[in-house]
């Protein structure tokens, strides 16, 4: 998160190369000169300095496929029938489905066989059909699209970016996972046709029906489609196809038919149904449907906007700059990043906080135009005189108080002598003289009203809350903070952050703090001691979590129960989580029981950490499996402090964080299982929010010789293993005995065994999973291609290549790691949604299977958990201190993590092939390259989408030994396509000429 200021998406939005742009690939070659010493060219300055003084742009990608078409020919049979059937066909499986598939349904259809010739000039019908390879290794395995529109009969120029569609973006560290636009999206609609398939661009990528064939029964009652087309309007990122039994049990108390999950093409009229995984067709997302009559639209941002009340706004605001004037002032657009900063003025309500956007287009115009006023309404003879009769309604230039500054305001009242004013730009309201009132200029009507409003999320049922008012007018009025956007529309739903002390402040979560009810939370006082203590999770630092009897504990426990009853009796799908946030506060299950949970990090849209604040588990599940806290309940509930208590204990000479495997485990199996446990408090320490304590397994808390901690302290527990380090951050696990599951099967609790680690002292306030993972700016650490391991001596297969189109092709790719122009690491954009479908499930699968030693080798594969994802990686080396280096085989960025962080990398994840390419410049002469010419490299290259026309391809065995000359192309620019090449020669030429 601190690094969200200056993340992202993407501004700029052009689709495909221009004939008239299209410059000389050879393009300026460099001399071939030393770097050391040299004088930065004047053009260039203003663009090192500027990066080296603030963090790289992030942005997530945009995904696309790319694809180009063969050719077949066939034998005599008649061309005509059977082309009206197929687009008879695709007209009842518009999203598409498997080539292979296509014999079987038309035979079903139409009684009689297809000709095996058709199949083959399927690729040649680009009037009824379009053929599209897959990734996969097996080129037989094609998906058939209806036709696109052709709206033009004239040859298109060349295209460098197809159409594509949207899908969730992978990373881990940037913090939006929302759907991108392509490059082919992001500018006002060709005329051109295009290469890829035609859907809609909120349908997912390679959008297919069922590889099964149809089966009886052949539809679905209205009913039971009414009631699943219910649960996926809940989930707009896309539901796994098995999670429906389950999710529809608990919402609708029946059972899903059975033959519905083998039949997943009789919901084609509701959902697009993905198939992230050709070689497992039962693992399938599925997608509602858009509804085009929704009498909904997007505007130029992107934003969400209700077509009639777009159209009230406009007219009240136009209504409102027209008094006593003809001009109108344009619509306020809210910003496209995600994490855009802003200031918050007041809140008189949570659900209308009053902000005004920081940065280019915003505060920085408002300046310019206030300048602008302050000069153009001088004390000069020629300045203009006050309103004689200002209007209500009417807007007028003010000079304020301070007598130097000329704003811009509404008029709200008028008296005798005073005038009561809304200053439009900067959200308040005051009573000034009618001397001081002037008429607006209509240059003055250009930029919008910068004063707007939000909505905090999760604050809603509480929005006029003194507690929370008061909480909120405490942490975050007239502060600069970051906001993150979570809906766009007329007043945008958002999730405030402030970012200036060393740990990041959730502020929506702090305030719903605020209606904690602090004679719930349990007694702690120091030498006090405690019985009936239950130890509820024993972390792999050392950490304890415990739960004491209370007031609190004895009142959840009630409100939770009733919870169970009253989900027994609902038969309804308003309780499922359909946007999850960091700091939201609902349900999940526990040990079979709705327990109280904390979204901790987003992993994409369907993966999320949570953490069970009433007994200190933190757990990856998906988010199906959670649910909103029931209205009749929520208050009572929020009322309640967390039950879990964090506790250490005292007097042993090794801190939290040393612990050794043998010594966590030997404490789980002493007190995890015991429910008479007993406490006395020594410490209290306020800034680590920690108890420190003496435990016992009985009430003999009188005799410290009877401890936990003395039984330890002369013990052997504590000596270190050779070669093991272990830290604070190493999450540990419920024993096996009392919670966790070895396999990752899904249970009633939390989807397997749950994480139980310590609460993080920094919450975790960005998505995991929104876009490619590289190194930022000049900090990156990659710096050059890993070796050539050796063999592999596990059984299991490396992921097949990864497909790419011979050379003088032109690919999509986002660029996840930039070193300098002859190194950097590509990404292609065809599979990126299946890499964020991959992780999610890696998270799933790792963070509910128990830790076990790993023999780790040089240059073999693994998984390895990097911050909060698990990577698919390489080992480049293990030290002697228990860390290991390694090299991540799809975002190309080399890491230190500890050798407890390393798991088996299982077959299930080596199908996908690895996504990350090593890559060149194509254009320039092999040259030393200076930080300089790095820093302009990295700033127009890394983490952006661009087009790689392909120069030469080095293959290899291995993926991580193949790389690509490329010439890279940024087509963000309306006007003119930019060759990186070119820019990069012109620096090394004005670095020469300077000389």
Request: hydrophobic share 40%.
């Given at each position: 998160m601190r690094d969200g200021q200056s993340e992202g998406k993407t501004g700029a939005h052009p689709n495909k190369m221009s004939n008239q742009n299209t410059p000389s690939r050879k393009g300026n070659t460099p001399a071939e000169k030393s770097d050391k010493r040299m004088t930065l060219p004047s053009r260039f300055q203003k663009e090192v300095h500027a990066h080296l003084s603030r963090n790289s742009q992030q942005t997530g990608p945009p995904m696309n496929l790319n694809e180009s078409l063969g050719s077949g020919k066939g034998k005599p049979y008649n061309p005509q029938q059977v082309q009206g059937r197929i687009r008879e066909i695709l007209g009842k499986y518009s999203n598409g489905f498997w080539v292979s598939k296509l014999p079987q349904i038309y035979r079903e259809l139409y009684k009689q066989d297809m000709p095996t010739e058709a199949i083959k000039d399927l690729e040649t019908w680009t009037h009824i059909c379009t053929v599209e390879k897959t990734c996969s290794s097996n080129p037989s395995e094609l998906l058939l699209y209806p036709a696109k529109e052709q709206t033009t009969t004239s040859s298109p120029p060349p295209i460098l970016k197809p159409n594509s569609t949207t899908a969730p973006v992978p990373s881990s560290n940037t913090p939006g996972d929302k759907p991108m636009q392509s490059p082919a999206q992001q500018r006002p609609p060709s005329t051109h046709p295009t290469r890829s398939g035609s859907r809609s661009p909120q349908t997912p990528p390679s959008s297919s029906s069922s590889p099964s064939p149809p089966s009886s029964p052949a539809t679905l009652s209205p009913d039971l489609k009414l009631k699943l087309e219910e649960l996926l309007v809940k989930y707009s990122n896309g539901l796994w196809a098995h999670a429906l039994p389950k999710l529809f049990q608990d919402t609708y108390k029946f059972k899903l038919p059975g033959h519905v999950l083998e039949n997943l093409h009789l919901l084609s009229d509701i959902c697009t149904i993905d198939y992230p995984m050709p070689d497992n067709p039962k693992r399938a997302i599925l997608y509602r449907r858009s509804s085009s009559g929704d009498g909904g639209g997007e505007d130029e941002n992107c934003n969400r906007r209700n077509s009639s009340a777009s159209e009230e706004e406009l007219r009240v605001r136009q209504e409102l700059g027209r008094r006593l004037s003809n001009h109108a002032v344009p619509s306020l657009q809210i910003p496209k990043e995600e994490y855009p900063s802003v200031l918050v003025v007041e809140a008189t309500n949570t659900n209308g906080v009053i902000l005004r956007y920081i940065g280019e287009g915003y505060s920085q115009a408002q300046e310019s135009m206030e300048d602008e006023m302050r000069e153009f309404y001088g004390l000069n003879q020629s300045s203009p005189t006050p309103l004689s009769s200002p209007s209500s309604g009417q807007l007028v230039a003010v000079r304020a108080e301070e007598e130097e500054e000329i704003l811009r305001a509404q008029v709200c009242e008028v008296m005798a002598d005073k005038v009561k004013v809304y200053y439009v730009d900067h959200g308040f309201s005051e009573v000034i003289s009618k001397t001081k009132v002037f008429e607006l200029h209509e240059k003055f009507f250009q930029l919008p009203f910068q004063a707007t409003k939000c909505k905090l999320a999760g604050l809603e049922p509480f929005c006029q809350e003194p507690a929370v008012l008061k909480k909120f007018e405490t942490m975050a009025s007239g502060k600069i903070l970051l906001a993150e956007i979570l809906e766009r529309g007329q007043t945008p739903l958002v999730v405030l952050y402030d970012t200036s002390q060393d740990d990041d402040v959730n502020i929506n979560a702090a305030c719903m703090k605020a209606l904690q009810d602090k004679t719930l939370a349990s007694p702690l006082q120091v030498n006090s001691a405690y019985m009936n203590v239950t130890v509820r999770s024993v972390c792999s630092d050392g950490t304890i979590y415990c739960q004491l009897p209370s007031r609190g504990l004895a009142k959840l426990n009630e409100i939770l129960e009733n919870i169970e009853t009253y989900f027994h009796s609902q038969v309804t799908s308003e309780f499922l989580v359909s946007r999850p946030f960091c700091g939201k506060g609902c349900l999940a299950r526990y040990k079979g029981k709705w327990s109280r949970v904390e979204i901790t990090n987003l992993h994409g849209s369907r993966v999320l950490d949570i953490l069970f604040i009433d007994v200190g588990v933190q757990a990856s599940v998906e988010v199906f499996e959670l649910r909103e806290i029931p209205p009749p309940f929520l208050r009572d509930l929020m009322a309640i402090p967390p039950q879990a208590v964090k506790c250490c204990l005292a007097d042993l000479a090794v801190s939290v964080g040393s612990w050794t495997p043998d010594a966590v485990q030997w404490l789980r199996e002493k007190v995890l299982n015991t429910t008479d446990c007993s406490m006395k408090v020594a410490k209290v320490d306020e800034t680590k929010r920690c108890i420190y304590v003496h435990l016992f397994t009985d009430k003999n808390f009188h005799d410290p010789a009877r401890s936990l901690n003395h039984q330890m302290a002369q013990s052997d527990l504590f000596k270190q293993q050779p070669d093991v380090f272990l830290t604070s951050h190493s999450p540990g696990k419920i024993s096996t005995a009392t919670l966790s599951s070895k396999t990752p099967s899904t249970s009633d609790y939390t989807n397997g065994s749950p994480t139980s680690a310590s609460v993080p002292a920094k919450p975790h306030l960005r998505r995991a999973l929104s876009g490619p993972k590289g190194g930022g700016g000049g900090s990156t650490t990659t710096t050059s291609p890993p070796e050539t391991p050796s063999a592999p001596s596990s059984s299991l297969q490396l992921p097949p290549l990864l497909e790419l189109p011979p050379a003088g092709n032109n690919i999509d790719?986002?660029?996840?790691?930039?070193?300098?122009?002859?190194?950097?690491?590509?990404?292609?954009?065809?599979?990126?949604?299946?890499?964020?479908?991959?992780?999610?499930?890696?998270?799933?699968?790792?963070?509910?299977?128990?830790?076990?030693?790993?023999?780790?080798?040089?240059?073999?594969?693994?998984?390895?958990?990097?911050?909060?994802?698990?990577?698919?990686?390489?080992?480049?080396?293990?030290?002697?201190?228990?860390?290991?280096?390694?090299?991540?085989?799809?975002?190309?960025?080399?890491?230190?993590?500890?050798?407890?962080?390393?798991?088996?990398?299982?077959?299930?994840?080596?199908?996908?092939?690895?996504?990350?390419?090593?890559?060149?410049?194509?254009?320039?002469?092999?040259?030393?390259?200076?930080?300089?010419?790095?820093?302009?490299?990295?700033?127009?290259?890394?983490?952006?989408?661009?087009?790689?026309?392909?120069?030469?391809?080095?293959?290899?065995?291995?993926?991580?030994?193949?790389?690509?000359?490329?010439?890279?192309?940024?087509?963000?620019?309306?006007?003119?396509?930019?060759?990186?090449?070119?820019?990069?020669?012109?620096?090394?030429?004005?670095?020469?000429?300077?000389?």
């Open positions: 790719v986002y660029v996840s790691v930039a070193c300098h122009p002859g190194h950097f690491v590509l990404q292609p954009w065809r599979d990126m949604y299946k890499l964020v479908v991959l992780m999610g499930e890696m998270i799933l699968y790792y963070n509910k299977t128990e830790e076990k030693p790993v023999n780790i080798e040089k240059n073999q594969i693994y998984a390895a958990k990097v911050e909060n994802s698990w990577h698919r990686v390489l080992v480049k080396g293990v030290l002697t201190n228990g860390l290991v280096s390694v090299y991540e085989l799809d975002y190309g960025k080399h890491e230190l993590v500890s050798c407890t962080q390393l798991r088996p990398l299982i077959k299930e994840f080596r199908q996908l092939p690895f996504q990350g390419i090593t890559a060149q410049l194509a254009g320039l002469k092999p040259r030393q390259w200076s930080e300089e010419a790095s820093i302009v490299f990295r700033n127009h290259v890394e983490k952006k989408p661009l087009v790689a026309q392909l120069e030469a391809i080095q293959e290899a065995t291995n993926a991580w030994d193949r790389k690509l000359t490329v010439f890279l192309v940024d087509t963000s620019q309306e006007e003119r396509d930019i060759w990186v090449h070119d820019i990069m020669a012109e620096f090394a030429d004005e670095l020469t000429n300077e000389l």
